[in-house]
């Protein structure tokens, strides 16, 4: 400056924002039983389609979906593993392939499953919860590759009932919501319940962060419909696939993490902004900014 001082340096980090391509849909279904849930989801481009229920497995719904280009992973296959189904989802975020979307039906079956299992587990010692934080970490992580996956996905779920308390305090019934993970109905961006009224199915919009689904709004469920709100191109271009850090990369990082100083937090910092557990879920293109970052800091 003029006068020799010198001015501090701002701590505000905000750029200016981006035009960024549009994701694919990331959408919860809720209804009851036979409102058109699981048949009109194979209405969208190349499904890879888990069933967790063995709900799809007659032969007009084989027949749909092998006449749009989908393949079928049922109970046989893993899909009431859900190590396999995290397994199934990292592949398909991270393998060349053709399908387009990833349905998951019921995801009510694979929770409650999941949270049955553990209750066995625990038997006794199954107080305050605690047979709910195994799957609910479990749950997270697939959710996490859920979002990482280049692919529309529809999560299937039955409905229960919501409840709440009325003007003095009693419990009662508000409405339906999901039979799934509470975090379930924040981690995607829209949550769509399906009612049937005779040969007419609708769809009432719940949850939403898309300008084409305004919440509270109904709207009819059928995929040409869903699409031309959404954008046709978007759902049905090619998936792209996730290129993740090499060995020899991840080694780079820890090599340099051995010479260089860095906050106590940092490695936590950097796992939370990723969104990762673990140096072998980051992208490469993230590992390499991290790299010429801590090669940066060497003197």
């Known amino acids: ?51 967790h229920e063995s709900g799809a497995d007659l032969d007009h719904y084989r027949a749909k979906l092998k006449a749009s280009g989908g393949v079928y992973f049922g109970q046989e296959q893993g899909s ?82 919501e409840w709440g308390k009325d003007e003095k305090g009693n419990r009662e019934e508000i409405g339906e919501t999901f039979d799934g993970p509470d975090k379930l109905g924040y981690e995607l961006h829209l949550i769509l319940t399906v009612v049937k009224n005779g040969p007419t199915r609708r769809a009432k919009i719940g949850k939403s962060r898309l300008t084409g689904f305004p919440e509270g709004t109904v709207f009819p469920w059928s995929y040409e419909e869903f699409a031309a709100r959404y954008g046709k191109d978007v759902i049905e271009r090619e998936a792209t696939q996730l290129v993740l850090a090499s060995p020899e990369q991840i080694s780079e990082v820890k090599r340099l993490l051995d010479i260089v100083k860095v906050a106590d937090d940092w490695q936590e910092k950097v796992f939370k902004k990723a969104d990762i557990e673990d140096w072998s879920e980051i992208d490469a293109e993230k590992i390499v900014a991290i790299i010429e970052s801590l090669k940066g800091k060497i003197k």
Do not use: C
């Not at 989802?89 to 053709?98: C, G, I, M, S």
């Not at 929770?111 to 919860?129: A, I, R």
């Not at 047979?131 to 999560?155: G, H, Q």
């Open 1 to 51: 400056m003029a006068d020799g001082t010198v001015k501090p340096r701002s701590r505000l980090k905000a750029v200016e924002p981006d035009n960024v391509e549009p994701k694919k849909p990331k959408v919860v279904v809720v209804g009851k039983p036979g409102v058109g849930k699981t048949w009109e989801s194979l209405n969208f481009p190349k499904v890879y389609y888990m069933d």
């Open 80 to 161: 009431l593993d859900i190590d396999e189904v995290i397994e199934q989802v990292k592949a398909l975020a991270t393998e060349k392939h053709d399908y387009r979307t990833l349905v998951s039906d019921s995801v009510s079956k694979l929770w409650n499953t999941m949270l049955q299992d553990e209750q066995t587990k625990l038997g006794d010692k199954d107080v305050f919860g605690a047979s709910k934080k195994a799957p609910t970490r479990k749950f997270n992580e697939l959710l996490r590759w859920i979002n990482k996956l280049d692919m529309n996905v529809i999560l299937i779920a039955h409905s229960k009932p």
